[in-house]
């Protein structure tokens, strides 16, 4: 983990996808992830892949999805950095 956040990438500021010798964070990883999906099993990721296959619907929603969790941890009195 410490290596990542060397390299600029906070898995507090979303997830983290290693795809080859590439690296995509937040918003970029969720998008790439969901617009590989082609025949959900379910209709929760079927929701999902179609919410954030698009970029940028991605890019709109996801530091909302950011915030929404920050608010959460705190309320429920959790630290947000999972990292110090």
Known sequence: MRSFLEKGYDIDNGAILLKGDEILHGAEAINWVCSQVKNPSDKLLKL?????????????????????????????????KLVV
């Open 48 to 80: 999902l892949a179609i919410t954030f296959s698009s970029t940028s619907r991605t890019n709109l929603i996801f530091p909302f999805l950011i915030l929404a969790r920050r608010v959460l941890l705190f309320i429920k009195g959790i630290p947000s």
